[in-house]
């Protein structure tokens, strides 16, 4: 089963940048897109962006559409989230997840990394 290790996340001022990366390893057939999902304190986990494999199709949530951008390596197997005008409503914990189908349903996800914190002061 594929395995995902998250990293880049970090403190930074509302406004800024962070990127994060998701290795993923041990991927298989049936593992056709990645997903990027957060959550904050005190709120569910929600859907942030996702991304297929083969075709590079995104889709991403109201809240951070224009200003996240998700991308993929497939030689690396590894998928980007690049975030620029970072609000502090986007403090969370961030989470990779492998779906055989995609889409924002957290359902439709089987495996997830550990998750990397992203912290946006004012």
């Known amino acids: 089963q594929v395995q995902l290790v998250e990293s880049g996340g970090g403190l930074v001022q509302a406004g800024g940048s962070l990127r994060l990366s998701c290795a993923a390893s041990g991927r298989t057939f049936s593992d056709r897109a990645c997903g990027w999902f957060r959550q904050a304190p005190g709120k569910e986990r929600e859907f942030v962006a996702t991304?297929?494999?083969?075709?590079?199709?995104?889709s991403y949530a109201d809240s951070v559409k224009g200003r996240f951008t998700i991308s993929r390596d497939n030689g690396k197997n590894t998928v980007y989230l690049q975030m620029n005008s970072l609000k502090p409503e986007d403090t969370a914990v961030y989470y990779c997840a492998a779906s055989a189908f995609g889409g924002s349903n957290q359902g439709s996800y089987s495996t997830w990394g550990q998750g990397t914190q992203v912290t946006v002061s004012s």
């Open positions: 991304i297929t494999w083969r075709g590079g199709s995104t």
